[in-house]
């Protein structure tokens, strides 16, 4: 597997797109509780994009760490492996975590909008299939596992496309279309909604980026901040309705443009420490804060119940507390249990002649 360097820029970016994600589902219940915020709705209503922007970043990732891996069985595996170890853990720990909650705590499942998980809810939940939530959403047990889903789907057709050829971005990028082009089909369901949402393609904007850095080339700085005004000012004339079916035009492209702006400027800006440390986070504050928020907002309540403190700075109260949870699940569990199950995981390997290759 090709050697993968550590871009700052874009720990930088998955810092500011878990934040955003944070900061967007904070500001809802923060709201809704009774503190109204004023400033901070401003900027948090554009956090859902964080979506996206991973989905970019974890395209141009898988690209860069698989550049010059031979085709085959045994490479599929290795990288299949290795995002297992590193997705899984965490997400099954919190998931059960979460099933506990709900069944065993009175009043657990009205602070998680009266959730109530089924036995399928929870088994498809646990293996990544798509499926309907006893309130309706198309969600897993952890609603914001959703794009976890996708990420696993991306996976596994990347694997698919390794065992076969080494023009990968050609097979993933083609399978995709398809599938996306099927969504224009009358059909119903929430699998082939699922699999066939053109969201998809936001993965294949990030392996085109990942595949142009690993041949050795970088989009210059000045098409970067070219490409960034283009999207940003195409958003603000069209300012289209946002559906299924444009999201990784809507979403996606900005997302993409914020990707590369960041890798443009790679050596040409002093990117925060902080920013960096939250980066390497961001997959624990990601999943993390489905609960802090929640937890912290009804604290918060307590003590101040008759809504004296501005929205404001409740806001900001919750997204910090958050960070912090996230920072100490990244310490002290996920990156000990993906490190567990990456050790076993080699183990297994070595005993089937395996070669292992990094993450």
Not at 197 to 224: D, H, K
Not at 321 to 334: K, T
Request: aromatic share 12%; hydrophobic share 55%.
């Amino acid at each position: 597997m090709a050697s993968f360097r550590k871009y700052r820029s874009i720990q930088a970016l998955r810092a500011l797109a878990a934040l955003g994600v944070v900061a967007f589902h904070t500001n809802g219940i923060v709201v809704s509780h009774g503190w109204p915020a004023h400033v901070f709705p401003h900027v948090s209503r554009y956090g859902e994009i964080g979506v996206d922007v991973f989905f970019v970043i974890s395209g141009f990732v898988m690209a860069l760490v698989t550049h010059g891996v031979p085709p085959g069985l045994a490479s599929a595996r290795s990288f299949m492996f290795a995002r297992i170890a590193r997705v899984v853990p965490l997400y099954w720990l919190l998931t059960a975590f979460f099933i506990a909650l709900v069944a065993i705590v009175p009043g657990a499942s009205d602070a998680f909008d009266h959730a109530h998980v089924t036995a399928w809810h929870a088994f498809s939940s646990f293996v990544f299939l798509p499926s309907m939530s006893s309130t309706g959403i198309a969600a897993p047990v952890l609603g914001v596992g959703w794009t976890l889903n996708y990420e696993m789907w991306f996976y596994v057709v990347f694997g698919v496309a390794m065992c076969a050829t080494r023009h990968r971005l050609l097979a993933v990028g083609a399978l995709l279309m398809l599938t996306s082009a099927l969504h224009l089909l009358p059909r119903e369901g929430v699998a082939f909604a699922f699999y066939t949402n053109p969201l998809v393609l936001e993965f294949v904007f990030g392996c085109c980026v990942g595949t142009l850095y690993a041949s050795g080339r970088t989009v210059p700085a000045a098409a970067a901040v070219v490409l960034l005004l283009a999207t940003a000012a195409a958003g603000a004339a069209f300012a289209p309705t946002l559906t299924d079916a444009n999201r990784f035009l809507v979403f996606g492209l900005p997302a993409l443009a914020v990707v590369v702006a960041g890798l443009s400027f790679e050596n040409k800006l002093r990117w925060s420490t902080w920013l960096e440390r939250i980066g390497d986070s961001s997959y624990s504050l990601y999943l993390t804060h489905l609960f802090s928020i929640p937890v912290v907002v009804r604290v918060l309540q307590a003590v101040d119940a008759q809504h004296r403190v501005p929205g404001d700075l409740m806001c900001g109260i919750v997204v910090v507390v958050s960070v912090v949870i996230g920072l100490a699940s990244y310490r002290w569990i996920e990156r000990p249990a993906s490190r567990a199950v990456a050790r076993w995981m080699a183990m297994q390997q070595a005993g089937r002649g395996v070669a292992g290759v990094k993450r």
